[in-house]
């Protein structure tokens, strides 16, 4: 047994941070994620570098913000030349594994949406091809027989079994497999086979896929396997489990599609709760009164209550599957003889509109429904329930987990270790930035989004650029966020020292590495 510790890494796709039951939710069961809470530190304000998949679990591997390291929305892609903190980890003699959904690089072939570019460009960007390969998680790298095994290392993980996309027919090895042990998997595939229900929820599908089948069970199944490799190795472990749900498509398997009803929750946030909705809303309102919805699934819009309350009930359902697999690799890693040994960190990437002020999904906003996520840190040095209010970030979880690790972080890292903060009597962070960039206009904007959020406990400002308006909210005053007090005369004072302050985080955007190698 070593004296360094392993990493049990859980993270979701798409889960609000309100979503546990040890979160005080009232109706969603999460025991065994409530148990992992009860036996470790749980952040209630917790929040993401970016609330989107990509950007966001680039700066959870590298520790800096998206306008750093390079993947600035989806559709991007984190260079292979960054250094991420499970190369740090595997360097200093970790044996690492990443286990279901990466998405660092891109996992479709699909063109952007975006008008073509009018202009004949000799040189077509500020930055010269590095030409590497970007296609690892695209389909075409999945079409042989799961037998070849994933080009490692990969970010710094030495085993990847890869799940790409969301839903019941997700790809990568996943899928691979798939094809291969289920013999009637394109019967299973076909949408003419869906399960008959009375759901009208945009993207609600009852899959025929068996519960045993699913990509969140052969995600759990791989991890056990994984795992089970590791007993009696001298060197530790850094194991990355992701589960590619709750994200929408709302398809839970079996009998998690009615282990809820739509009667269990409420709207507790309609539209009209919002005093002075701004443009974006406004915009989602108006698609919704026309009865359009957006080109692609993947954009935010506004949903009639029942279609919120069908998507809250199928979501909670997914969670609960979530946890109960959770369960089954916790319980190995016990009955393995390895829990003592192991941290165990919870979290997710992103979370959800799902029905606040009407909304679905996630998009430019900032609402802390996408903003803030899960985060539970259960360490063998104390085995204590205790709950922090401090602040800290998605770019905080590489400095820790390295600290902890005993190693020294690279230079240019910009999240800071919390460690100091888990007996929930140290404040970590007053205050964080959350950037949001998107790839193409939505929601109303003219053209792609930029917007940069400072939040603290007291406060949330929002500035939308190239925008005659933005977002102020007094989180004291009003913790819902529904008076937007960004024109108020009585809040010029706050607005500007919230100004310098943002500009200060702004100040910090420059990428410190590498050193200067010379004198001038």
């Known amino acids: 047994m070593t004296d360094r510790p392993n990493f049990l ?4 796709d798409q889960h609000r941070a309100d979503w546990l039951g040890c979160a005080g939710h009232p109706v969603v069961r999460t025991p065994n994620i409530d148990a992992i809470a009860a036996q470790g530190t749980l952040f209630t304000d917790f929040h993401v570098a970016l609330p989107v998949c990509m950007p966001n679990r680039a700066s959870l591997m590298t520790g800096r913000m998206p306008s750093v390291h390079g993947l600035r929305h989806n559709g991007c892609l984190l260079p292979k030349r960054a250094n991420t903190f499970v190369d740090v980890l595997a360097a200093g003699g970790y044996a690492t594994a990443s286990i279901g959904k990466s ?21 077509p960007e500020a930055w010269q091809p590095d030409n590497v390969t970007y296609t690892m998680e695209e389909p075409a790298s999945f079409e042989g027989n799961s037998v070849s095994p ?13 799940v790409t996309s969301h839903g019941d027919r997700c790809g990568g090895q996943y899928g691979q497999w798939f094809r291969e042990t289920v013999p009637n998997w394109q019967a299973l595939h076909d949408p003419a086979n869906e399960i008959p229900h009375n759901y009208t929820c945009p993207q609600a599908y009852r899959t025929p896929v068996p519960e045993e089948s699913y990509p969140t069970a052969w995600v759990a199944d791989r991890a056990i396997d994984y795992l089970a490799t590791r007993v009696d190795q001298d ?28 009667d269990d929750f409420a709207v507790e946030l309609p539209y009209g709760a919002h005093k002075n909705p701004v443009p974006p809303m406004q915009h989602a309102s108006a698609m919704w009164e026309s009865g359009k919805l957006p080109p692609i699934p993947q954009m935010p819009f506004r949903a009639d209550d029942q279609h919120i309350l069908e998507a809250k009930a199928l979501t909670a359902g997914m969670i609960t599957m979530i946890d109960d697999h959770i369960g089954r690799v916790v319980q190995h890693l016990k009955d393995s003889g390895q829990y003592e040994n192991t941290v165990i960190i919870f979290t997710s990437d992103h979370g959800d509109y799902l029905g606040d002020f009407n909304l679905m999904l996630k998009g430019p906003l900032q609402l802390p429904s996408i903003t803030r996520v899960p985060m539970i840190w259960s360490d063998p040095k104390s085995r204590e329930g205790v709950r922090t209010d401090t602040m800290a970030s998605t770019i905080d979880l590489s400095a820790s987990i390295l600290e902890r690790a005993d190693l020294a972080p690279y230079n240019g890292i910009q999240g800071r270790s919390f460690l100091k903060s888990l007996d ?29 959020t400072l939040r603290s406990q007291k406060w949330r400002m929002s500035v939308y ?3 005659d308006w933005g977002e102020l909210y007094d989180l004291q005053a009003d913790p819902r966020e529904t008076q937007n007090y960004w024109d108020d005369p009585a809040y010029a004072e706050a607005k500007a020292a919230l100004s310098l302050r943002l500009i200060e985080h702004l100040t910090y955007q420059m990428d410190e590495s590498p050193r200067a190698t010379r004198l001038a």
């Open 465 to 467: 650029a190239g925008e």
């Open 235 to 262: 060197d530790p472990f850094f194991a990355f489990i992701s589960f590619p749900d709750p994200h929408h498509p709302f398809n839970p398997p079996g009998k998690y599609w009615d282990m809820y009803a739509p």
């Open 103 to 123: 998405h660092l690089q891109p996992f479709t072939d699909n063109p952007p949406q975006r008008a073509p570019d009018p202009i004949r460009r000799l040189v």
């Open 150 to 162: 994933f080009e490692v290392p990969y970010y710094g993980f030495q085993h990847v079994d890869m």
């Open 424 to 452: 929930g009597t140290q404040p970590h962070r007053d205050d964080v930035l959350i950037e949001h960039n998107d790839g193409g206009p939505r929601m109303g904007f003219e053209h792609a989004a930029r917007v940069r």
């Open 9 to 12: 890494f859980f993270i979701t």
